[in-house]
């Protein structure tokens, strides 16, 4: 079974400051990875994804994540966080030859304030 | 622009009745996803389909039917539906990267 641990309900940044929202994995063989967003009434976005390569995937809206093999971690990252930036953000995981079934997290709310 | 269209909003039905919900995507994917939203519990996929007439159950099916007679087309079925269905419910389709409806509100009373 693969499953998605995002381990932080709610995340308060002032804005200007370096965001980081964490999620943790697992999953049988490699996994593919995603992060999504949900701005307030409306539907989720893609924002970025890990295949293979290089473990520093750059993503949308000057979002980036690390993927990290030995943690299993893929935390998304953003140096210098807008007030713009405030929404509910969702973490994936599929596992390869799994019928590509995504699995979410259970989400975190990012707050920016001015 | 790429588009999942689901067909309401927001939907209040009463215990015991049957209730279909809509999903058209315009991209020509052949796979689709029906997704409940729940808070502190994230997505949890009801059911998907890889093909016209092809489904598969997801991780919470019970209570749930699905049909795709045309590729384009998903819809999720609730039998009789029940208060604890009440939820968000969001469609998917795509490959690796997933395009999302807006989302269908249903409250069961």
């Known amino acids: 079974a693969q499953s998605v641990a995002q381990p932080e309900d709610q995340v308060n940044v002032a804005e200007g400051n370096p965001l980081t929202v964490k999620c943790t994995y697992s999953?049988?063989?490699?996994?593919?990875l995603f992060w999504y967003v949900q701005y307030p009434n409306r539907g989720l976005q893609f924002l970025l994804k890990?295949?293979?390569?290089?473990?520093l995937v750059k993503g949308s809206y000057g979002f980036e994540a690390e993927f990290n093999k030995s943690q299993t971690s893929f935390h998304l990252k953003k140096p210098s966080a807008l007030v713009s930036d405030s929404a509910l953000y969702f973490c994936?995981?599929?596992?390869?030859?799994?019928?590509?079934?995504?699995?979410f997290g259970a989400g975190t709310t990012v707050t920016v304030r001015a | 622009d790429v588009k999942v269209t689901q067909s309401s909003r927001y939907l209040v039905k009463r215990t015991g009745e049957k209730v279909f919900l809509e999903c058209v995507q315009d991209m020509d994917h052949e796979n689709m996803f029906w997704y409940r939203q729940d808070p502190g519990l994230g997505l949890r996929l009801i059911y998907f389909s890889y093909d016209v007439k092809m489904k598969e159950k997801g991780d919470i099916p019970e209570g749930y039917s699905v049909s795709r007679e045309k590729k384009e087309r998903f819809s999720l079925i609730l039998e009789s539906a029940s208060t604890n269905q009440t939820s968000m419910y969001l469609c998917?389709?795509?490959?690796?990267?997933?395009?999302f409806g807006s989302g269908t509100q249903l409250s069961v009373l």
């Open positions: 998917a389709s795509g490959l690796e990267k997933l395009f």
């Open positions: 999953v049988s063989g490699n996994p593919y």
């Open positions: 890990y295949i293979t390569g290089d473990n």
């Open positions: 994936a995981v599929m596992g390869l030859g799994n019928d590509y079934k995504l699995s």
